[in-house]
């Protein structure tokens, strides 16, 4: 108090000399004087010092920091970010001496620089021991973010916001966050800070509690963190633990999507621990009981049954029975008639169907379906629809090099072959005869109902021209013959319809011709002599030489 005293009367004496002499003597303006300056701080610009504040006003606030005049500092340097103004008269603060006399001869101050000195040591501090420090998101730049921290702004890199990298960086603005300073830089005002570092930490020692709580045979409440093609990954608190494809159910699963959703909630059941690698099985399908144990007495071979094609191959479709019980109808057991060349052709993936089982295999946890064995199968009463030797009407399905097949009934094919097609023809091919699509009505020949195949006849139709010929044709015999057609070895010459007999090329003449057309020409009749008889293989040989020639070959 003294010293504002002297100081106050020194200014009086000095702004008022008139009134020093009235009032005080030269010797007490001296003392005063010496007092006053005695008082004065020794202060420098760029130096913090302490001070009082004197006053608060409308735009600065007075600070006596013991100088011979207060400082200013304008009055916003104390309003807080939300417009609140934290000075109070009679409050000691600390301030920055930027200026030793204004224009109007006060000191400026400042207490922004003094809380930023603070800031800046305080956040070298928090560098050095790594410690951490808590700051407001306030904007997005190229990079990452701009990290506020008591008002000095730092720069959280993209890479270091999160545990994994994120394109949605404006979530973060406003959010008020821990990080650890990475890079400090005071001269260039350059702070780095991390936010990852401390998830690290947080996660590693999660992870580490976690592995200490778990066991295997425990069931966990876990999060669906990650899917691949072979199972999903799942967060068991700190720690991943993958749910292979194989154990989500006992049933088929083609994709792991078609179980589990990414950020779904799961019980699921640890199966194995590696402690010291940090793996762990899980699984799903393990809460349930697994229906294969008394699949032989449920579905016994022979049992009838319904199911839904879950899954179409090429060589079959797989029958979902139950939930995790699966069996797989073959194409060649899903009709008696058809020739299924694709299961599509008859079923669709969701279609419930009958099946019956055929075979099981319990160690391999497979079994065999039949969907036509849950219907008669037509072949075993196919001689009471189609007897032999009964005709039948049918029409052409496909042409081979051997024969025609036909159908008879749908599904049900016979063939006939080109042996049967005709008496008197030497068919080339069966479609010299016959067409596809042709409708024909043919003989039952023949039925093999193990080897499912059907033997037709054509020629069966009509009388066998060759039946009674013994009696009707000898050897020595001298007939009529109309020559048909020639080849290198001779001429074929029709006896009687459907009876040919071979004239060879050294029963032409007595002497041989060089060609067969220089002795004889289709549609010639001509009188020959039968030469040859081989009734069982349907030859006869006949001669138009005069002297007989019983000893010419049947044939070139």
């Not at 780095?192 to 999660?206: C, F, G, I, N």
């Not at 060589?315 to 009709?335: D, I, P, R, T």
């Not at 349907?538 to 019983?550: A, C, M, V």
Request: proline fraction near 3%.
């Amino acid at each position: 108090m003294a010293t504002m005293v002297n100081r106050f009367v020194v200014r009086e004496v000095e702004s008022d000399p008139e009134l020093a002499e009235e009032q005080l003597t030269a010797d007490q303006v001296e003392d005063f004087r010496g007092m006053y300056l005695d008082s004065l701080r020794n202060v420098t610009e760029g130096e913090v010092v302490t001070g009082r504040v004197v006053s608060v006003d409308r735009d600065v606030v007075l600070v006596d920091v013991g100088y011979k005049s207060e400082g200013v500092i304008p009055i916003e340097e104390f309003r807080s970010k939300t417009g609140e103004l934290a000075v109070a008269p009679g409050e000691e603060i600390e301030v920055y001496l930027e200026q030793m006399e204004d224009s109007e001869g006060r000191i400026v101050l400042s207490k922004q620089k003094v809380d930023r000195q603070k800031i800046w040591t305080r956040l070298f501090k928090a560098f050095e021991n790594q410690e951490t420090m808590e700051g407001v998101i306030t904007r997005r730049i190229k990079g990452g973010l701009v990290l506020d921290i008591n008002g000095v702004d730092c720069f959280l890199p993209a890479s270091q916001v999160g545990l994994r990298p994120t394109s949605d960086l404006d979530q973060f603005i406003g959010q008020t966050v821990g990080v650890r300073i990475i890079k400090f830089n005071r001269g260039r005002g350059n702070v780095v800070a991390s936010r990852r570092v401390l998830l690290e930490e947080e996660r590693a020692l999660k992870r580490a509690q976690t592995l200490q709580e778990l066991e295997a045979g425990q069931v966990r409440r876990g999060v669906v963190k990650n899917i691949v093609q072979y199972g999903a990954f799942i967060d068991m608190g700190g720690i991943d633990g993958l749910l292979h494809i194989t154990d989500m159910a006992w049933g088929r699963v083609s994709h792991p999507s078609e179980v589990v959703q990414i950020g779904q909630e799961i019980d699921v059941k640890i199966l194995s621990i590696d402690k010291e690698n940090g793996k762990i099985s899980l699984g799903l399908k393990q809460r349930s009981a697994d229906p294969w144990t008394a699949i032989d007495i449920k579905y016994p071979a022979g049992s009838r049954h319904k199911g839904k094609v879950v899954n179409l191959t090429d060589y079959g479709a797989f029958v979902k029975l139950e939930e995790g019980v699966e069996g797989l109808v073959h194409v060649s057991e899903m009709s008696w008639l058809k020739r299924v060349k694709h299961p599509s052709a008859v079923v669709a993936v969701g279609q419930e169907v009958d099946v019956m089982v055929l075979n099981l295999d319990l160690q391999n946890k497979k079994i065999s379906l039949g969907m036509k064995q849950t219907e008669a199968d037509p072949w075993t009463t196919l001689e009471e629809r189609l007897p032999v030797g009964s005709k039948v009407k049918g029409q052409v399905k496909s042409l081979t090099d051997y024969g025609a097949f036909v159908e008879l009934e749908d599904g049900i094919e016979g063939l006939l072959h080109v042996s049967d097609m005709s008496w008197t023809s030497n068919l080339k091919s069966p479609g010299d005869l016959v067409k596809k699509g042709d409708d024909v009505e043919v003989k039952v020949l023949n039925i093999d109902k193990e080897k499912r195949k059907i033997s037709l006849g054509l020629k069966q139709l009509r009388p066998d021209p060759w039946e009674g010929v013994a009696a009707r044709i000898h050897l020595g015999d001298r007939i009529q013959a109309k020559i048909l057609r020639t080849t290198n070895f001779g001429a074929f010459a029709e006896i009687e319809p459907g009876v040919e007999g071979l004239i060879h090329i050294s029963q032409l003449a007595e002497t041989p011709p060089a060609k067969v057309e220089d002795a004889v020409k289709p549609g010639e009749t001509v009188s020959a002599r039968v030469v040859k008889l081989a009734l069982e293989e349907r030859k006869i040989g006949l001669s138009l030489r005069e002297s007989g020639g019983e000893d010419a070959p049947s044939e070139a």
